[in-house]
């Protein structure tokens, strides 16, 4: 796939869980988003803070990197790649996926209360994804490494790092959804 078709698919898929979260928890009480269907499973707000965790350990690591880029109209007709350790960690992530794995201690949420100021600072985070997709898609990206905020050994290249964010997105507002249609609906 070419680097600016990529891109502009991702920059899709983050504007579409915008919207989700828009429609789904932005106007729901405090109450509710912080309110869990089981006590082993997290709440929407759980789920979102975790989100905002992980992106934005991801957005510093992105930011950085387009910091060093410089643009190339040319890079975009580029054909864009997944790496070996990008496609393991797709497939852990892929939200239809049933494995389990338990989340590493860095991107737990801290056990509080979260206002809804929480969906805020997620959809600002995607926004700040969005913008920087589009920078990435006219940068020549070929030889880009990022280090995985887990461990500083283990490298993606932005395609990897776009694709694990919005599957785990995927993966994790699908959870907060079955929340809020057990809280909602009894389903």
């Known amino acids: 796939m070419r680097q600016k078709t990529f891109f502009e698919i991702q ?13 789904k928890f932005l106007f729901y009480s405090e109450k509710k988003i912080n309110q869990r269907d089981d006590e082993k499973k997290w709440s929407i707000a759980e789920n ?19 910091s060093n880029l410089s643009s190339d109209e040319n890079s975009s ?36 209360r979260n206002d809804n100021s929480i969906i805020e600072k997620f ?3 995607n926004e700040k994804l969005i913008l920087l997709a589009e920078k990435f898609s006219f940068s020549n990206l070929s030889d ?20 694990i964010i919005n599957y785990h997105n995927e993966r994790h507002l699908r959870q907060a959804k079955r929340v809020f249609e057990k809280l909602e609906y009894g389903k």
Do not use: W
Not at 14 to 22: H, P
Not at 48 to 66: P, R
């Open 11 to 23: 920059k899709r898929e983050l504007e579409n869980c915008n919207s989700i979260v828009r429609e």
């Open 48 to 66: 979102i803070a975790h989100l905002v965790i992980v992106n934005d350990s991801y957005l510093s690591q992105l930011e950085k990197t387009i």
């Open 77 to 112: 007709g580029l054909e864009i790649n997944k790496s070996f350790l990008g496609r393991i960690f797709l497939r852990i992530n892929n939200p239809n996926s049933k494995m389990r794995y338990k989340t590493p201690k860095i991107f737990i949420p801290a056990i509080q």
């Open 123 to 125: 959809l600002q985070s």
């Open 144 to 163: 880009v490494k990022v280090s995985s905020p887990l461990n500083s050994l283990i490298k993606f290249n932005i395609a990897d790092i776009y694709l």
